[in-house]
Every structure is written in C-alpha cells, then in structure tokens.
C-alpha cells in the first residue's frame, strides 16, 4: 500500500524557535497532501489543505502566518511553526491522497510528528 | 458543519470477544474511512467503505449511507486490537478533505 513518512518523529525546541516537519509521499506521487493536528485524547483536526505548485487553503481559525505549508513537489510537503509556543505542542500527522483528485480517494496517513515547546 | 459521532467513546473487553463499534454522520459523503490508531500514534487505513460491506480478516464494516451511520464489527478480539478507532467522512462537495468522528478508544485484555 501507499506510505507516507514524517521527519521527526518528535522534536523538543524552545519558545520562540521555528520548527519544520516534513511529509513525504514514499512510493506515489500526491498533489494534495493534509495537515492535521492531534491534542491528547482527541480526535485529528484539519489544519490545512497542501496543493502542489500553490498556496495552501488553511481552515477557519489557523493562522496562516504561524503554520507555513511548502508544497514544494509530488512527494513533498513541509509544515513550518514559526516562532513557536507552548500552546504549540501537539501530534502533528499529515496524510497525502494517492490518485488525480478525483472524488472520494483513499488518503494515507503519516506516523506523526510530536512537538514539545518549552 | 457536519457531525460525526461514534460510540461507545470507551470499551474494554476480554480477549476472544466480539464488539460493534458505530459511526453516525449528519450529512451525505462521498467518502467514510475507518482507521485505528495504533499506542504510537499510527493511523492504519483498515476500510475504504462509502457505502455496503467489505470483510477484512476478523474485521468487517458495512455503511448504510442513506440513514448516515456505519459499523465496525471486530470478532475474535486480541490485544493487539487495542488503540482508538475513528471513522472520517469526506463530506459531499467538502473538496475531499476528511472530517474525523470522536472517535472510540478500545482496551483487549487478557
């Protein structure tokens, strides 16, 4: 089946640093890729859609300016958190779709990032 | 926006039970995934379902689109089933992105 890799695993920084996270699609090519955020013992919450070759579409209420998507090619996508805080600290767990966009198509999960913000 | 629902939200059982774990949605999709989340964090994709029936192994899902619910059947349970289940919808016209149920975290024991 598709995989889908995320480098790191876990990260610890320090308040006010910038974090990346990137998402890979392993073996397909995915032009759109989802990020999401995991607080504990809650459900995954869409942060943002990434689309190859153009911006990303954020949903209500993420800033924009504080979670920057790169979606640099069909196998890439990077997540920056910039200037980073304790409310920061989450599971991090993007996915990427394995088709040509069509409707209803199988995502793939990576296995998460974790971020602790001290 | 739409609403998804699963329940029970908590379940434990002894090995070699069976469970029916349901996902109730409030509107109509393209698309309803069911995953389990491993300890780790791992989601592993277990059914593709929008609609019917599918059998994998000891697990089963079926989707009754019409009335917005499906279920995850688990028989023969083992410990290694243990982690939190959540079915996703991909909402009609939603532009494929998936919104998750609340998800039911399920505990095997010996």
């Known amino acids: 089946g598709a995989v889908v890799s995320q480098h790191p695993s876990r990260v610890i920084c320090k308040s006010g640093t910038s974090v990346k996270i990137e998402c890979r699609s392993l073996?397909?090519?995915?032009?759109?890729m989802f990020w999401y955020r995991q607080f504990p013992k809650k459900s995954l919450m869409l942060m943002a859609t990434?689309?190859?070759?153009?911006?990303?579409?954020?949903e209500q209420g993420v800033e924009k300016d504080k979670f920057l998507i790169n979606h640099a090619s069909l196998t890439l996508s990077t997540l920056t958190v910039t200037s980073a805080h304790p409310e920061d600290s989450s599971f991090y767990i993007c996915?990427?779709?394995?088709?040509?966009?069509?409707?209803?198509?199988?995502?793939?999960f990576g296995p998460g990032t974790r971020l602790l913000v001290l | 926006g739409i609403q998804v629902e699963q329940s029970p939200p908590d379940l434990i059982l002894q090995e070699g039970a069976n469970s029916t774990l349901r996902c109730n949605f409030s509107d109509s999709v393209n698309n309803l995934q069911w995953f389990h989340q491993n300890p780790w964090g791992q989601l592993i994709n277990l059914f593709y379902i929008p609609s019917g029936t599918k059998q994998n192994g000891r697990l089963s899902a079926t989707t009754v689109a019409t009335e917005r619910y499906s279920l995850l059947y688990i028989s023969s349970s083992q410990t290694t089933d243990s982690g939190v289940y959540f079915c996703a919808v991909d909402l009609t016209g939603g532009g494929n992105k998936l919104t998750f149920g609340t998800g039911t975290q399920l505990k095997v024991e010996l």
């Open positions: 990434s689309n190859e070759g153009s911006k990303a579409t954020y």
């Open positions: 996915s990427a779709r394995d088709g040509s966009g069509g409707v209803g198509e199988t995502q793939y």
């Open positions: 073996d397909f090519q995915a032009t759109t």
